[in-house]
């Protein structure tokens, strides 16, 4: 069982106390929930004694107690008579996870690498808390909202126009999340049969949305190593392919980290505008960028461009609020094509999604820079353990796309399971085959939990090197976040 000595405490909780908001045991409690979420502190670490760290704090027994007290009460802490107070992570009725989600239960101790998610920010409760008040003032009313709340619009206008696309609440719309906003554009833009260009490899989802859209995507391969769009390929891709519509992730690419530079925006912007092919922009990760920031929103140089966003990569999933921003001459067609989804994302949500958007830039902050420690400490211990893998440094987004040495990245699945890690396989982000030499590696997790990672994986390799494990060229078509 994991130690945390008072000094060890002390540096993780650091940031919550020196906020001036909220009694010192509420902001000592809500430190060390954090540092268990986002895995600084592994499940199962015993804390320092309340007298130890009454100490080290130089505060009462009584601030301690109460910190204390309310862990147990949420179900983040056990204390048990001659074994200490122990970090636990409470259950949670029916599982943390979906079984959708995850190709099955994963045992404890399992490193879940199939989703680029995160847990909610601090602040989250508050929020809720915050968007409980505010409810009564919408309940003499239906509580339908398909665009969307004008509070919430409001504020995503904001963030695009200071993003540098200008941009009015009336260009906006409320959805569930990137994937129901990427439903709606289609549902608008394409019918059964027309061809959608998609990047390979690209985010899973949306090939599934296209799929099930009744469309069929249009593969446009572009280099992984050198993160280059490949301008005049692509070109020559929606010449001969006759697609309606291309969906396109040029900030912080889903799986790859490639950010596409402001050239190619350009030029890419012109060769959509000449095919007369409408894009369809996922900015999930825009805001996730871990260097310099990226150029301005793709829709700035493609004016006929349709941007999806959520909440769900930079705040929490669980929110399921997303949008569409869209030109004003397609509002209304979009408007018609929400109508036949259903009628609007959640009154409270929406009120939550608000209160969490007035502390975007604090939230970003702490995201990127937990991502940041993540992504270094992902790639030196890949330098260390395996070498002969590639992977080009991303400058943003939440994963790297890492080339094996040869075909086997669905084997590598499977022997990770065995190893400790859960793994999704490279052919699960390829939009018409292939890609099973490649894998993703999200770096969502605590830094403690990442070190852990490369050599279970070097060990899971020799497996499939060795031909110890085997598996069929088989892509699992359950969701990967």
């Given amino acids: 069982?994991?130690?945390?000595?008072?000094?060890?405490?002390?540096?993780?909780?650091?940031?919550?106390?020196?906020?001036?908001?909220?009694?010192?045991?509420?902001?000592?409690?809500?430190?060390?929930?954090?540092?268990?979420?986002?895995?600084?502190?592994?499940?199962?670490?015993?804390?320092?004694?309340?007298?130890?760290?009454?100490?080290r704090l130089g505060v009462s027994r009584t601030t301690v107690s109460r910190a204390y007290?309310?862990?147990?009460?949420?179900?983040?802490?056990?204390?048990?008579?001659?074994?200490?107070?122990?970090?636990?992570?409470?259950?949670?009725?029916?599982?943390?996870?979906?079984?959708?989600?995850?190709?099955?239960?994963?045992?404890?101790?399992?490193?879940?690498?199939?989703?680029?998610?995160?847990?909610?920010?601090?602040?989250?409760?508050?929020?809720?808390?915050?968007?409980?008040?505010?409810?009564?003032?919408?309940?003499?009313g239906t509580g339908y909202y398909p665009s969307g709340l004008p509070v919430l619009r409001t504020r995503i206008a904001q963030r695009y126009t200071e993003r540098g696309l200008p941009t009015h609440p009336d260009q906006v719309i409320v959805a569930a999340g990137a994937l129901g906003a990427l439903a709606i554009a289609l549902g608008a833009l394409v019918r059964r049969g027309d061809g959608v260009l998609v990047e390979s490899p690209t985010y899973p989802n949306a090939i599934a949305a296209i799929e099930g859209a009744g469309a069929r995507p249009v593969a446009h391969p572009f280099d992984h190593l050198t993160h280059d769009w490949d301008v005049p390929a692509l070109g020559e891709r929606l010449r001969t392919s006759g697609a309606r519509a291309a969906y396109l992730i040029p900030d912080h690419h889903n799986p790859t980290g490639a950010l596409m530079p402001e050239p190619q925006r350009r030029e890419v912007a012109a060769l959509l505008r000449?095919?007369?092919?409408?894009?369809?922009?996922?900015?999930?990760?825009?805001?996730?960028?871990?260097?310099?920031?990226?150029?301005?929103?793709?829709?700035?140089?493609?004016?006929?461009?349709?941007?999806?966003?959520?909440?769900?990569?930079?705040?929490?999933?669980?929110?399921?609020?997303?949008?569409?921003?869209?030109?004003r001459q397609l509002v209304?067609?979009?408007?018609?094509?929400?109508?036949?989804?259903?009628?609007?994302?959640?009154?409270?949500?929406?009120?939550?999604?608000v209160h969490l958007l007035d502390r975007l830039d604090s939230v970003l902050a702490e995201?990127?820079?937990?991502?940041?420690?993540?992504?270094?400490?992902?790639?030196?211990?890949?330098?260390?353990?395996?070498?002969?893998?590639?992977?080009?440094?991303?400058?943003?987004?939440?994963?790297?796309w890492c080339a094996l040495p040869e075909v086997g990245s669905t084997a590598l699945a499977v022997a990770a399971r065995a190893h400790g890690v859960a793994l999704a396989a490279g052919p699960n982000f390829a939009p018409q085959g292939g890609l099973d030499g490649w894998v993703r590696l999200p770096y969502v997790l605590g830094v403690e939990q990442l070190s852990l990672v490369p050599e279970r994986l070097a060990a899971a390799w020799a497996d499939v090197r060795s031909g110890r494990v085997r598996a069929a060229a088989a892509t699992d078509r359950r969701i990967i976040a």
């Fill in 69 to 140: 007290a309310e862990l147990r009460e949420q179900g983040f802490l056990v204390s048990r008579r001659g074994s200490g107070s122990v970090l636990v992570l409470p259950e949670v009725p029916g599982g943390r996870v979906d079984h959708l989600l995850t190709p099955a239960a994963l045992d404890d101790g399992v490193l879940d690498l199939t989703c680029t998610a995160q847990a909610a920010p601090a602040g989250t409760s508050d929020a809720y808390a915050r968007a409980l008040a505010d409810l009564p003032g919408y309940l003499s």
């Fill in 274 to 327: 000449e095919a007369r092919v409408r894009p369809i922009v996922d900015e999930s990760l825009a805001e996730l960028w871990l260097g310099e920031p990226p150029p301005a929103p793709f829709g700035r140089f493609a004016p006929g461009a349709i941007s999806i966003g959520s909440l769900s990569k930079v705040m929490w999933g669980g929110l399921r609020i997303g949008w569409v921003r869209a030109p």
């Fill in 1 to 55: 069982m994991p130690r945390a000595s008072s000094h060890r405490i002390l540096t993780l909780v650091g940031e919550a106390l020196a906020r001036r908001e909220g009694a010192f045991y509420d902001r000592l409690a809500e430190g060390l929930r954090e540092a268990l979420v986002d895995g600084r502190l592994p499940t199962g670490t015993r804390l320092p004694s309340e007298r130890d760290l009454t100490d």
């Fill in 332 to 353: 209304d067609q979009l408007a018609a094509s929400r109508l036949r989804l259903d009628l609007g994302a959640p009154v409270l949500e929406q009120l939550v999604a």
């Fill in 367 to 400: 995201r990127r820079a937990a991502l940041r420690a993540g992504r270094d400490v992902l790639l030196a211990g890949l330098a260390g353990q395996l070498p002969d893998w590639r992977v080009r440094t991303p400058q943003g987004g939440m994963a790297l």
